[in-house]
């Protein structure tokens, strides 16, 4: 037998006696009536080995299996003996039938199907709610009747698509999906996908070709069952024109095939997807609007001012956020959302640059009221994290320099002379003022600053000499610029600083919250009750927590907030009683970091320096087993 037949021949066995259409059992295995026939004819032939099972055919009531209790147990083993199906294909199978049922399903009934234990189905259950709620989505039980999904349409088929992620880690290919969909409606819709590409002058990628199938699928699959999308009665659809007409080509040629009508609605819907695909391509890309140029330019001078960074000055940056940004808000205008699957293995692997951009998003959410989720964001990370490889590579060794002095113009270029005799290695952009200093450096990328007065609260490295340059102002030139070249330091004097930097007053050992939420709530509010940082860091610390969780693996997470809230620089070490659900990792230490302005250099090492522990399991089993906080401490000295 073939899967739809053991399929077919189940169905017949969960409901003994039950007599069946034909047309509903069709409708259930996505086929037609004669294949169903077949089906059950090669069915009956296998019967003829179990004495007490018979198909029985009536007239204007269908048809039905009865067998006794023996034979069906036999059934039973011989469909699952020979495709014994896996604890993920399960797990997959399941989540389907819940999103596409337009009735309750009950324990027992799943239990049966599945031909397991009510405890494991139970089980599952609470795996498959827990991911639903990503989608907005509701799995809800009502006593008698069984379980049901509650929520909108478009988020049950959001969740269809990505479906593989309920497949934890490990990979999962998203191909996976379509096996649980008719063969001759995969093969249809990948044939006519094929020939749009043909017929008009799109060329989708490998990864947009899959989603459009996907999709494509589940739209088949959905009207079918009577549950179409409902767009309500907005003009404002986004659809263009020229798009449009590829989706009625595509879409009249799928009709044609599956003998299907599909609503206007779907027509707009699937519009939207291929308009998304198109989008994303440099080369199809339209000219930007003034709204993507807008979130471009704020969200680079956010990173600039957290970051040191200056990522306006790249072009590449801004063209490559431009076209991606575009396509991104194409998608959340349209409740289109997409999963990146590099999300947890960016988190972790730029842990910094992620964190920085997270609190770059935030503030554009609020101010252009938008909703930019974390798997958007990683993939801006990746454009970020480019810029800074390019600019790395591009940068010379020369210093670039600026004098600051208000001597007067003699002595400003007296000392720009000796510096360039003196030190070949500077690259002297300017001799100015202090007043004039803060505007330029809006508009410059400088390495140090060496002045003849006293300059404080300033983001660039600052020397300050004698205006006649003496010896010892030379010495301490030479020993300036080593300190500069040498920023990066090693892991062991990133822990040592790590240990310094967690205040024994804010270290918690054996903490029993049991949401991270309450975890960084009560870590952030104890920082301002000890005059760390202000009451808005509780707020932003949050709000940076629900924008994105910030488990960084290996059992830890490192929540922060906005800087500007930071009165001084500390870092709240908490060990937890219980593994806490922080996002989609199991999280035992927490490490709260409040970074004050001035100290933002340090950022990145510090953060880097704690996702390195999360690589080393002895580390944080030594934290998690420490009887006090001095034993905590030590770990660090290791």
Not at 23 to 36: F, G, I, M, P, R
Not at 284 to 289: E, G, L, M, P, T
Request: hydrophobic share 40%; proline share 3%; with cysteine.
């Amino acid at each position: 037998m073939n899967r739809r037949q053991k399929e077919l021949l189940r169905i017949l066995l969960t409901d003994l006696h039950d007599f069946f259409h034909i047309q509903d059992l069709a409708d259930e295995l996505d086929c037609s009536e004669k294949t169903v026939r077949n089906d059950l004819n090669r069915i009956e032939t296998m019967l003829t080995d179990y004495p007490s099972a018979e198909l029985k055919r009536k007239r204007g009531m269908g048809i039905a299996l009865d067998a006794g209790r023996e034979d069906k147990a036999e059934l039973l083993n011989r469909i699952y003996q020979t495709e014994a199906i896996t604890g993920k294909d399960r797990l997959l199978e399941m989540a389907y039938q819940l999103l596409i049922s337009n009735k309750p399903l009950t324990l027992a009934s799943l239990a049966e199907k599945y031909f397991t234990n009510r405890t494991t189905v139970r089980h599952e259950l609470g795996r498959i709610a827990d991911w639903l709620e990503g989608y907005d989505l509701k799995l809800e039980s009502k006593q008698r009747l069984g379980h049901f999904i509650n929520g909108h349409e478009l988020n049950k088929r959001n969740a269809l698509a990505n479906l593989p992620e309920l497949i934890p880690s490990e990979s999962y290919p998203k191909q996976q999906v379509l096996q649980l969909f008719s063969q001759h409606e995969i093969n249809t819709v990948r044939k006519h996908l094929q020939d749009l590409q043909i017929h008009y002058p799109i060329d989708l990628t490998a990864g947009e070709f899959e989603s459009l199938h996907i999709h494509a699928l589940i739209m088949i699959k959905r009207t079918r069952q009577r549950s179409p999308i409902l767009l309500g009665q907005s003009d404002d659809t986004g659809v263009k024109l020229d798009t449009y007409h590829m989706t009625a080509w595509l879409l009249k040629r799928l009709e044609n095939a599956l003998g299907l009508s599909f609503p206007k609605d779907e027509y707009i819907y699937f519009t939207w997807h291929l308009e998304s695909c198109r989008t994303a391509h440099a080369g199809q890309a339209v000219k930007s609007d003034d709204l993507v140029a807008g979130i471009v330019h704020q969200m680079t001078a956010q990173l600039r001012r957290m970051t040191m960074i200056r990522f306006g000055d790249d072009k590449v940056l801004t063209d490559g956020l431009e076209i991606h940004l575009a396509s991104a808000l194409h998608r959340i205008r349209y409740g289109l959302t997409i999963r990146n699957p590099m999300l947890s293995d960016i988190k972790k692997t730029y842990a910094y640059m992620f964190s920085m951009v997270i609190l770059a998003v935030e503030k554009i959410n609020e101010a252009y009221n938008l909703n930019i989720p974390e798997d958007e964001a990683a993939y801006l990370v990746l454009h970020f994290q480019a810029s800074i490889e390019r600019m790395q590579k591009e940068r010379t060794t020369a210093k670039r320099t600026v004098i600051v002095c208000d001597l007067g113009v003699g002595m400003s270029h007296l000392l720009q002379a000796k510096l360039e005799q003196s030190y070949k290695g500077l690259d002297i952009l300017a001799s100015i003022g202090k007043a004039e200093l803060p505007a330029f450096l809006e508009n410059q990328d400088v390495d140090m600053l060496i002045s003849t007065t006293e300059i404080y609260e300033s983001e660039v490295p600052v020397l300050v000499v004698s205006p006649l340059l003496e010896s010892d102002d030379k010495e301490r030139l030479e020993q300036f610029i080593q300190s500069i070249d040498q920023e990066e330091t090693t892991e062991k004097e990133m822990m040592t600083k790590l240990k310094q930097l967690v205040d024994t007053d804010a270290i918690y050992m054996g903490m029993a919250l049991e949401h991270r939420f309450e975890i960084v709530e009560m870590l952030a509010d104890n920082l301002v009750q000890n005059g760390f940082a202000e009451k808005a860091f509780v707020h932003s610390a949050m709000l940076r927590e629900r924008t994105s969780a910030t488990a960084v693996g290996g059992g830890i997470a490192i929540p922060h907030a906005d800087p500007e809230f930071v009165k001084k620089t500390v870092v709240s070490l908490a060990v937890l009683r219980e593994p806490v659900q922080w996002g989609r990792d199991m999280v035992s230490v927490v490490f709260l970091l409040a970074i004050a302005k001035e100290d933002q250099k340090m950022t990145q090492s510090l953060m880097q320096t704690i996702a390195s522990i999360s690589q080393h399991p002895t580390i944080v089993e030594q934290l998690t087993q420490a009887e006090s906080t001095s034993d905590m401490l030590t770990v660090f000295e290791q």
